[in-house]
């Protein structure tokens, strides 16, 4: 479903020429933007507050996502060259800040399976510059500066993602059972 969410903004952002992206220029996709925020949205919140069964390829998956959710707005921005390169630099420099910072996971089981909750600020702050971001295309779109400014956002914050789940998989080898009293901070529900 999500790819496919994906899939129609991406062709919509690409075949559209009224703007840098073309979003503001027909309101059917305008919605179409809306809807699949709210969805990103809806799922992430769900998820940060209810935590997520613990499988490497899910906590891979998140950040993997966002790299190209990132890539697709920093690419399809029409900022220059040079800013564009220097915003995709910043993915692996946040990736290492989230490696070394991102130790804010919990993990816990509920029903038998293994659960993990992530730091919620990161992906608090992820969020609210992508909102930010589609809001600048919508309302002002030509305002290159603007973009460049939370494409730079956005692109540490995915890499501070990535980090995190490196993170998330390194503590979840040194996690304990819930019977022993060391080890990552345990709770059963």
Request: aromatic share 10%.
């Amino acid at each position: 479903m999500l790819h496919s969410h994906l899939s129609s903004i991406l062709s919509l952002s690409i075949n559209s020429g009224t703007n840098i992206s073309g979003i503001s220029g027909d309101t059917t996709q305008l919605y179409g933007l809306i809807v699949f925020l709210a969805i990103i949205i809806t799922l992430r919140l769900y998820r940060g507050l209810n935590g997520r069964i613990y499988s490497t390829s899910r906590v891979l998956r998140t950040p993997i996502i966002y790299i190209l959710l990132t890539l697709f707005t920093v690419f399809f921005s029409g900022i220059l060259n040079t800013a564009l390169e220097s915003t995709i630099l910043l993915i692996p420099l946040g990736t290492l800040l989230g490696y070394a910072y991102g130790t804010h996971v919990t993990f816990f089981y509920r029903n038998n399976y293994l659960y993990y909750k992530r730091s919620p600020i990161v992906m608090i702050i992820w969020l609210v510059a992508l909102i930010i971001r589609f809001g600048i295309e919508v309302l002002i779109p030509l305002n290159v500066t603007w973009l460049l400014i939370i494409d730079l956002l956005l692109s540490g914050t995915t890499g501070i993602l990535m980090g995190e789940a490196l993170n998330i998989i390194k503590k979840r080898k040194e996690f304990k059972s819930p019977e022993t009293t060391d080890g990552i901070k345990q709770e059963m529900i």
